[in-house]
């Protein structure tokens, strides 16, 4: 479980604000006050990090309303996600992964690459 901020588009509405609050390869779990239902396609608007912007499209397929907020958690499968981009995910679910079992967050692979020329 997760919590980042991203933006969400629909065919019916302005870009607006969501919560991430899960993700894997084939799908997210995102929260929203924008009402939309099992089918709808969506796009979605995430940066997970440094590099890790993504704008791609996803298909509704559950919704789990509260009785008390007016927010909406719905679970979205992602539509034609490039391998790519599938392995920056899977990528950023291990260091998440990583973090949480060790409480660090691991370095960047680019951060962690010292210049050794001068020694």
């Not at 991430?20 to 940066?47: F, K, N, W, Y």
């Not at 890790?52 to 909406?72: C, N």
């Not at 981009?85 to 370095?107: L, S, T, W």
Request: net charge positive; aromatic share 8%.
């Amino acid at each position: 479980m997760i919590s980042e901020p991203i933006r969400l588009r629909t065919d019916w509405s302005q870009e607006q604000q969501a919560m991430l609050e899960d993700i894997s390869v084939g799908g997210a779990c995102v929260r929203t006050h924008v009402r939309m239902r099992p089918g709808d396609t969506v796009g979605l608007l995430m940066s997970l990090g440094v590099g890790r912007r993504f704008d791609t499209r996803a298909r509704v397929v559950y919704a789990l309303s509260k009785s008390t907020g007016y927010q909406t958690r719905y679970g979205v499968r992602f539509i034609g996600l490039p391998e790519r981009e599938q392995a920056e995910i899977n990528h950023y679910i291990i260091e998440q992964k990583f973090g949480r079992q060790f409480g660090v967050r691991p370095m960047q692979a680019s951060m962690e690459r010292a210049d050794t020329t001068n020694y």
